[in-house]
C-alpha cells in the first residue's frame, strides 16, 4: 500500500508540475517532442542547437502572489471535522449518536492543524509550501475520519428516578446506622420510597431516642432548628415526636424569640416542622403560625427573593422560603404575592443552562432548592416553561461512579451534602409526579393512633450522644510518627481575648487542623467542644464559648494561610508552613474576613458543618472584601512593607501595560511582585526581579495579556517587549515564573494543560484547585486544557500507581511501551534529569557544555536543568547520561528543586536510619530534609541504601511528592 501511495504522491507532483508551466514553455514543449522524433539534436530555425529545457523567464516581487485561501478553507474544514469529535479510551462513554477517537489519534490530527495555521500565518511562505500543506491537511483528514467510530454508551444519562434509587442505595452504604445528625439522608430515604434494609429506620429512632435521653431532652441551647430537623424527620418514619424517650420536642418550639433568634431560616423550619402533622401548641405558648408566617413576609428584600445576611437575594433562602410558605399560598394574598416575586426573582437569577449560583459557583444545592420549592407549590419544573431547564441541569451533576451527586462540576466523586439536597429533591419531584403529598406534607405518615415508642431510652447507658468535649486522641505524637515540620496556629475570640496566641507547633504527617486543634488545645488547656456529622467534624465551642453565644450569626471560622476552606477542618491535611487561625466571628465573617456581600453565611461557621439546608454552612474561601479596614489589614498580611503592586484592568480588557518609569518606581520600592488583576477574567502575578535586566527604550513598554480562546479550549500568555510600531520581542525569564490564574469551574476531573510548542505538547507547571487554573511559566505561548488520562498494565498493585498516573497524564513521564512502565527498572541520569526538567517547564537558552549528551533526545531537557544550577556534570565537558543515578544523588536533585523554587522548607530533627553511616556527608543535608517532608522516609527495613539505584516509579513519587510541597502541582 506504501509503495503505491508513493509512486501517487510522485505523479501527483509531476502533474502539477506540468500544469504550472506556462503556454510558451507548453508550445515549447510541444517543438522539443516533435524534434525529438526527427532527431537526437534538436536544431532551431536560424541552426542553432535547440536545448531541451524551457526557458525560464525571471518573475520579479512585485509579480508574486501567494494564494492561501484554499489553506484557509482546509484548515476551516479541519476544524468543523474535529470539533463535535470526542475523546475516548474505548468508546464506552461515548454516545451511540457520538463519534469518538483515542487521544492520540486527535493530537496527531491537532498538530496538523496548528502546522498548517502557523504557515497561513508566515508572511514569507512560498505556494510550493502552501500547496504541500493543503495535501497534507486534506490527507490527515481522511485518516481522522477513517479512525472515527460509534460511541457504545449503553444509556447517556439515568432518569431521575434512577438517580433517586442510586442515590439512596450511596446513603445506605454510607450510613449503615443512622443516628441523631443523619436526618436529612433519613427523610430522603423515607419519603422517595427506597426499600430500606429491614429495621434501619427502627435503629435510627433508637438511636434518638438514646441521644434524647442522654441529654435530657435538650438538642441544643441555642440552635433550635435542631428540634425543628428532628420533627420532621421523624413524622417522615411515622415516629411521634411529641413522646421521645417521653420527651415532647415539639413543645420547645413554644418560645418565639428562640425559634427565630437564629435568624429567618428558624422561622423556615419552625413553620415546616409544625405543618408536617399540624402540630398545635399551647395556649401559653408566645409561637404561632401567624407571627412565623409575618417574620418570613418582613424579610423578603426589595428585589423579590431572601437572604440569611445581605441584600442580594439568594436562590437557596429564597426556595426555603417558598418551601415554608406553599401551605398558604392559596389562602393567604399576602403569601400569594410574595411567592409570585419570589418565583419571578428565582427565574431572573437562573443561568442560561437552567442552573443556578450561589457563593460564587453553579451547584446542583441551589437547583435542587428550586425544584423541591416548585414541588411544593404543585408545579412541575418539566412543564414550566421558566424553570424547564432546571431538572435537566440538576442530572449534569450524577456521579455514575458512586450514585451520588456533585457539588460542582470539576469535583470527581460525589459530595455527601449535594447528594443529600438533590436526593430529597427528587423525592419530592417523584411524589408530584405520583400524586403524593408534598415533600413535608407528612398527612400519610400519621396514624390513628400512634402507638408509645418512647421507652426506647436507657438513661443508665446514654450512648456517645454525638458530642465530645476534649475528648478524642489528641495525642502528642500520633501514630508515634516523627514531625514532618511546623505550622503557626492560633485561637483569637477578640483583639482583647486570644485563647492561644500564635504558636509554632510541630505537625506530623497526614495531619488535619482538626488533628492540630485536639492537640493544642490538650496541651493548653482549653477547652473543646465538637461533634462528627456525616460531612465532617463541627467545631461547637472553644475556651468555653459556643457558636450563637454572642449573637444569632456568631461562631467559629478557621482560616489557612489566609483563606477559607470550604470543608471541614477534618478533612484539610495541613502541609509544613501552614499557618492555622481559628476566629470566632460575630457576623457571618463579615468581621473577620470570610463574609461575601450577598451570600449567606459567608464563610465556615462553627468550623465546617455543612448542614445547609439550615444555612449553618456553605464555607466560602475567600480574601477580605478591601472595603473593610480589618479586612484590608488581613490581606495585606504579607505585604506590610509595601512589596506587592497591584494593576487592576478594566473588566472585559486582556492585558495591561506597564512603562519603564513603572518599572523604575518599583524597583526603587523594593516592590516584589506585580499583580495583573482582571475581574472574573485572569490574574498575572510577575516577580519584578524579572525586570532588574531590562532596558526599556523611551518608546517601549511591557505587555502582559492573557487571550482565551474557549472554541478550542486554549488560552495565550503574552508577556514581551512591544515597541510604537506595534512590534515585539521575547523576555527572557530566568529562575522566577510568571504565576497566570484563570477560572475554570467546569473542568472535567482529567483535565491537564499543556504548552504547544512547535506542534508538540510540552508539560507545564501548573494547579487546578477551587475552581480555579493556577499555570506556572516561563514564557509566553499557547497553552491547551486537554482531558487526559495515563495508564499502564503493569501498575494497577503498585504503592505509587497514583504519582505515575499523574505524572504521565501531564506529559512529564512516560511508559517503557504504550501499556507497561516498568516501575521497577532502574532510572538513568538523562532520563530522571529529562523528567526534572519538563516537570519545571524548563527551556534551554544557552549551548550545550556535556559532549556526550549533544545529538540526544534528552540533550537541551539536561542542558535546561544544568542552566537552572539543579544538576551539574561528572566533569565540566560530560554528563555520564547513561548511568543509574542513586538514592542520594536524587534526593539532591530533590532538594534542589525545593531550593530553585523557594519553598519555604526546613529539615526538622534527625534521621534513623540503620545504615546511616553510608550516606556520604555530601548528601546528608538533602536527606535529612527529604525525610523530614515525607519525600523520601528510606527503605521498609529500616534502611536508607544510599548508593543503591532508584527505580522509575520510586522516582515518580519522590517527584510528585516534591512539586506538591513546592506548589507547583
Request: with cysteine; charged share 25%.
Amino acid at each position: 500500500m506504501d509503495f503505491y501511495k508513493k509512486w501517487l504522491n510522485i505523479a501527483i507532483v509531476f502533474i502539477l508540475s506540468f500544469s504550472l508551466l506556462s503556454p510558451a514553455a507548453l508550445a515549447d514543449t510541444q517543438q522539443i517532442e516533435t524534434s525529438e522524433l526527427e532527431s537526437s539534436s534538436p536544431i532551431t530555425s536560424n541552426g542553432e542547437e535547440a536545448s531541451v529545457f524551457p526557458e525560464i523567464t525571471s518573475i520579479t516581487d512585485e509579480e508574486v502572489v501567494i494564494d492561501k485561501s484554499s489553506l484557509q478553507t482546509a484548515i476551516e474544514k479541519a476544524e468543523q471535522n474535529k470539533a463535535p469529535v470526542k475523546v475516548s479510551d474505548d468508546g464506552k462513554d461515548i454516545d451511540p449518536a457520538d463519534y469518538w477517537v483515542t487521544q492520540t489519534e486527535q493530537d496527531v490530527y491537532t498538530n496538523v492543524i496548528v502546522s498548517a495555521q502557523q504557515l497561513l500565518a508566515d508572511e514569507h511562505a512560498i505556494q510550493e509550501d502552501i500547496d504541500a500543506k493543503v495535501l497534507a491537511l486534506n490527507q490527515a483528514t481522511e485518516e481522522f475520519d477513517s479512525a472515527k467510530k460509534d460511541g457504545t454508551k449503553s444509556n447517556a444519562e439515568p432518569t431521575t428516578s434512577q438517580a433517586y434509587n442510586t442515590v439512596a442505595q450511596y446513603m445506605v452504604e454510607k450510613l449503615p446506622d443512622p443516628k441523631f445528625g443523619n436526618e436529612w439522608w433519613i427523610i430522603t430515604l423515607a419519603r422517595g420510597g427506597y426499600e430500606v434494609p429491614a429495621g434501619y429506620f427502627d435503629t435510627y429512632y433508637k438511636n434518638v431516642v438514646d441521644h434524647v435521653v442522654a441529654n435530657d431532652g435538650v438538642l441544643d441551647k441555642r440552635k433550635y432548628t435542631e428540634y425543628s430537623r428532628l420533627i420532621i424527620a421523624l413524622t417522615a418514619i411515622g415516629k411521634d415526636p411529641t413522646n421521645v424517650g417521653g420527651y415532647n420536642l415539639v413543645e420547645n418550639l413554644s418560645d418565639f424569640e428562640k425559634v427565630a433568634w437564629q435568624g429567618v431560616n428558624g422561622a423556615y423550619f419552625g413553620l415546616i416542622a409544625l405543618n408536617t402533622w399540624d402540630f398545635e401548641l399551647s395556649e401559653t405558648a408566645t409561637t404561632t403560625r401567624e407571627k412565623l408566617i409575618e417574620r418570613i413576609l418582613e424579610k423578603q428584600l426589595d428585589d423579590g427573593g431572601w437572604a440569611l445576611s445581605g441584600t442580594k437575594a439568594d436562590p437557596d433562602m429564597t426556595a426555603m422560603a417558598i418551601q415554608s410558605l406553599a401551605p398558604y399560598y392559596k389562602t393567604d394574598s399576602k403569601v400569594k404575592d410574595a411567592v409570585d416575586k419570589a418565583l419571578t426573582t428565582l427565574a431572573d437569577l437562573q443561568l442560561p443552562n437552567g442552573g443556578y449560583k450561589s457563593w460564587g459557583s453553579e451547584n446542583s444545592e441551589s437547583a435542587a432548592q428550586v425544584v423541591t420549592a416548585l414541588t411544593s407549590l404543585g408545579i412541575d419544573a418539566n412543564k414550566d416553561p421558566r424553570f424547564d431547564k432546571v431538572i435537566a441541569n440538576i442530572m449534569t451533576y450524577y456521579s455514575p461512579d458512586d450514585g451520588g451527586f456533585k457539588h460542582v462540576l470539576s469535583e470527581t466523586k460525589a459530595n455527601g451534602m449535594a447528594t443529600e439536597q438533590v436526593g430529597y429533591t427528587l423525592a419530592a419531584y417523584h411524589r408530584l409526579l405520583n400524586g403524593q403529598t408534598a415533600l413535608y406534607d407528612m398527612s400519610d405518615t400519621k396514624s390513628q393512633d400512634p402507638s408509645n415508642p418512647g421507652d426506647g431510652g436507657n438513661p443508665s447507658n446514654p450512648g456517645d450522644g454525638g458530642n465530645n468535649n476534649n475528648s478524642g486522641n489528641g495525642e502528642d505524637n500520633p501514630g508515634g510518627n516523627l514531625p514532618n515540620g511546623h505550622t503557626k496556629f492560633s485561637i483569637t475570640i477578640s483583639s482583647s481575648e486570644v485563647p492561644l496566641k500564635e504558636t509554632k507547633v510541630e505537625l506530623y504527617p497526614g495531619e488535619t487542623v482538626f488533628d492540630v486543634l485536639k492537640r493544642v488545645t490538650k496541651q493548653n488547656g482549653i477547652a473543646l467542644s465538637y461533634r462528627e456529622t456525616q460531612y465532617g467534624t463541627y467545631i461547637d465551642g472553644i475556651n468555653g464559648l459556643y457558636e450563637f453565644d454572642r449573637g444569632p450569626l456568631s461562631g467559629w471560622m478557621y482560616r489557612v494561610n489566609g483563606s477559607f476552606p470550604s470543608y471541614s477542618a477534618a478533612l484539610y491535611t495541613l502541609s509544613p508552613g501552614d499557618n492555622v487561625e481559628w476566629l470566632y466571628t460575630l457576623d457571618l465573617g463579615k468581621d473577620v474576613g470570610g463574609y461575601v456581600d450577598g451570600i449567606e453565611g459567608g464563610g465556615s461557621s462553627a468550623g465546617g458543618n455543612k448542614e445547609c439546608k439550615e444555612k449553618d454552612c456553605k464555607e466560602v474561601e475567600t480574601k477580605c472584601p478591601n472595603k473593610d479596614e480589618k479586612c484590608a489589614e488581613e490581606t495585606n498580611k504579607d505585604n506590610k512593607d509595601g512589596s506587592i503592586a497591584e494593576i487592576t484592568i478594566e473588566n472585559g480588557s486582556n492585558k495591561a501595560i506597564i512603562t519603564s518609569e513603572d518599572i523604575q518606581k518599583h524597583l526603587e520600592k523594593n516592590i516584589k511582585n506585580f499583580v495583573i488583576q482582571s475581574e472574573k477574567n485572569f490574574k498575572i502575578e510577575i516577580p519584578t526581579s524579572i525586570f532588574s535586566g531590562i532596558k526599556l527604550t523611551e518608546k517601549e513598554q511591557v505587555k502582559a495579556s492573557v487571550t482565551k480562546d474557549a472554541k478550542n479550549k486554549q488560552f495565550t500568555v503574552t508577556f514581551e517587549i512591544e515597541n510604537a510600531n506595534g512590534k515585539s520581542k521575547s523576555i527572557s525569564i530566568d529562575k522566577e515564573y510568571l504565576k497566570v490564574t484563570l477560572p475554570s469551574n467546569e473542568l472535567k476531573s482529567n483535565t491537564v494543560v499543556l504548552q504547544l510548542v512547535g506542534g508538540e505538547y510540552k508539560p507545564v507547571p501548573h494547579k487546578i484547585v477551587n475552581g480555579e487554573i493556577v499555570l506556572f511559566t516561563k514564557t509566553s505561548g499557547t497553552f491547551v486544557l486537554k482531558e487526559s488520562t495515563v495508564t499502564y498494565k503493569d501498575i494497577e498493585h503498585l504503592a505509587y500507581k497514583e504519582e505515575i498516573e499523574f505524572l504521565a497524564s501531564r506529559h512529564v513521564i512516560q511508559g517503557t511501551t504504550s501499556e507497561t512502565f516498568e516501575a521497577n527498572i532502574s532510572i538513568t541520569r538523562a532520563q530522571f534529569a529529562a523528567l526534572v526538567s519538563r516537570a519545571l517547564g524548563l527551556q534551554a537558552t544557552g549551548e550545550n557544555p556535556f559532549d556526550d549528551t549533544k545529538g540526544k533526545l534528552y540533550a537541551t531537557e539536561i542542558q535546561a536543568l544544568y542552566e537552572a544550577g539543579i544538576t551539574k556534570g561528572s566533569t565540566t565537558s560530560t554528563f555520564n547520561p547513561e548511568e543509574p543515578i542513586t538514592r542520594q544523588q536524587a534526593a539532591a536533585l530533590m532538594a534542589r528543586i525545593l531550593e530553585y523554587l523557594n519553598a519555604d522548607v526546613k529539615a526538622g530533627g534527625e534521621i534513623n536510619f540503620k545504615d546511616a553511616n553510608n550516606i556520604s556527608s555530601e548528601y546528608l543535608p538533602y536527606i535529612k530534609l527529604l525525610n523530614s517532608l515525607d519525600i523520601m522516609t528510606g527503605m521498609q527495613d529500616g534502611s536508607f541504601d544510599p548508593t543503591s539505584s532508584i527505580t522509575r516509579g520510586q522516582t515518580a513519587k519522590i517527584l510528585k511528592r516534591t512539586l506538591n510541597i513546592a506548589g507547583i502541582m
